[in-house]
């Protein structure tokens, strides 16, 4: 079994920066739905600037230009990351904001104050990256954070030492060296969407400088790049936080200064506080380790036996919490397909560590537990939650069952689009589960499944609609 982290580690980091915040000015704000409500355009809050929107484009703030706040996020994007040692689906994101106020220097001296002097990070671990400039629209090298950074790193007696790194692949080739202060390119653009090309006119952007925290006991992987560098995926530099500089706006033909500059800080509160117990795995933090414990307690496995399976089910659990508490039940669509999928592959998961019978609800008190003093609303609807998801839980264990000894009858034999396709159809067994199995035992997959299960879906389509054409006639 897992040794014991430190007891509230998590609520002290998150206590502690928005106490800083307050005391340099900031208006600390109450956290916003999973679910945005005038947002069309995601399902989730994704991050802490993301309610914020409207007034980091320019409306007045009532409560003035110096917020902060730590946010619940949800990222179903990143549901299938869930198991590595920094990812989960449901985090909170400590946010600050400088709507026109205070700039770039403030702001890294200010994350450094916080990380090094209030949270006592090791500085000597501490790696950050910049935006290299960019030639096809003639933007400049932030040497400004970089001489920022640099400053703070001698005050420490730390070399500020530089690496020009470009692409994320070229610096996969080259690695940094252990260099302090790493430039990149587009990686270091901030923007809405995925691309300076795509953004539409009149659109913020501009640089970003991000913190990393290195945990020097881990091997770089070379699966991941030749040579390591802090954005390299192998996980020994984390990501802890992240400042956005908002200074252009998009034009016809390149980018222009905005009137107003705007500074947005998102930092990991879990990240940071597994970095404040010197651990690369946020799970051992104590908002999710208490979980994990509870799950090594009902099935007698440990942790470092079962480390993904314990990951998945912990951070599934807790994701799911949080949707029911704001609003969302299972369903076949938007959020609440979502919240279905958190659910059932937290079932597929629980499995695995034998745990077979109604668990999803019996976590959902450690949970309410853990956040009672920091978001008392899921202690109160912890009995309503309990019952939607024990619900769904019930619901999907024939299923579930079902479709694992279909997948598992394949042994020796090739699974086909079709046959996914008929699981999902006659056993409501999802394809994601399927293709899971079938990665987890091994199994032969046709090549071409995608196709054959596409043109299935789409003739059960095409047929549903030619029945319903025929009972309106
Ligand atoms: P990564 O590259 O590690 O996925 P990111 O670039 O997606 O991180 P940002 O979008 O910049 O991260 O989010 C701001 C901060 O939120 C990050 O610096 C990190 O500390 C934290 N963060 C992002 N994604 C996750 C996640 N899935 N789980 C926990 N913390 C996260
Ligand atoms: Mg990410």
């Known amino acids: 079994m897992g040794e014991q982290p430190s007891t509230r580690d998590t609520d002290a980091v998150r206590e502690t920066f928005l106490e800083f915040q307050r005391e340099r000015g900031h208006v600390i704000l109450p956290r916003a739905s999973l679910v945005p409500h005038d947002d069309p355009t995601t399902l989730f809050t994704g991050s802490g600037m993301q309610p914020l929107l409207r007034y980091l484009e320019g409306a007045e703030h009532p409560d003035g230009p110096r917020l902060a706040d730590s946010q619940p ?6 549901l299938d990351e869930v198991g590595d040692d920094r990812h989960t689906t449901f985090f909170e994101m400590l946010g600050n904001w400088s709507l026109g106020d205070y700039g770039k220097e403030e702001q890294l001296r200010s994350v450094w104050e916080l990380l090094v002097v209030r949270l006592g990070l090791d500085p000597s671990r501490l790696y950050v990256s910049c935006f290299g400039g960019d030639d096809t629209y003639d933007l400049p090298r932030d ?3 970089a001489a920022v950074w640099k400053d703070l790193f001698a005050a420490a007696g730390i070399e500020g030492t530089v690496a020009d790194l470009g692409t994320l692949e070229r610096a996969g080739e080259i690695g940094s060296d252990g260099a302090r202060i790493c430039f990149y390119g587009r990686k270091n653009w901030w923007c809405r969407g995925d691309s300076m090309e795509r953004m539409p006119l009149g659109d913020p952007g501009g640089t970003d400088s991000e913190m990393f925290y290195l945990f020097p006991s881990l091997a770089h992987n070379p699966a991941y790049g030749a040579r390591c560098h802090p954005n390299c995926d192998c996980g020994r530099y984390v990501e802890i936080g992240n400042s956005d500089f908002m200074s252009y706006q998009r034009t016809e033909d390149g980018f222009a200064p905005l009137p107003r500059h705007n500074v947005d800080f998102g930092g990991g509160l879990e990240r ?3 970095a404040v117990i010197d651990s690369p795995d946020v799970f051992r933090t104590s908002l999710l380790w208490p979980l994990v414990q509870r799950l090594e307690e009902r099935s007698g496995v440990g942790y470092d036996d079962a480390t993904a399976a314990f990951r ?3 951070d ?6 949080f949707l029911a508490v704001d609003g969302v039940v299972p369903s076949n669509k938007a959020q609440g397909y979502v919240l279905r999928r958190l659910v059932r592959r937290a079932m597929r998961k629980a499995h695995e560590l034998g745990l077979d019978e109604d668990f999803v609800g019996g976590l959902v008190p450690t949970v309410a537990g853990l956040y009672r003093d920091a978001y008392p609303e899921v202690e109160q ?3 309503e939650v309990v019952a939607t998801l024990a619900a769904e839980e019930r619901k999907f264990r024939r299923t579930l069952e079902r479709g694992l000894a279909h997948v598992r009858s394949y042994e020796g034999r090739t699974v086909t689009g079709a046959d996914l396709f008929a699981w999902k159809d006659t056993y409501g067994f999802p394809v994601e589960l399927s293709l899971e199995e079938v990665r987890a035992e091994s199994l032969a997959l046709d090549p071409d499944w995608q196709h ?9 389509r095409e047929r549903s609609r030619a029945a319903t054409k025929k009972e309106h006639l």
Do not use: K, M, N
């Open 73 to 78: 996020c949800l990222r179903s994007q990143d």
């Open 316 to 321: 599934h659990v807790r994701g799911a919490t």
């Open 452 to 460: 054959q299960l596409d043109d299935l879906v789409r003739e059960q």
């Open 272 to 274: 940071i506080a597994a």
């Open 381 to 383: 609807r912890r009995d």
């Open 312 to 314: 998945v089910v912990a």
């Open 143 to 145: 040497d400004e954070s």
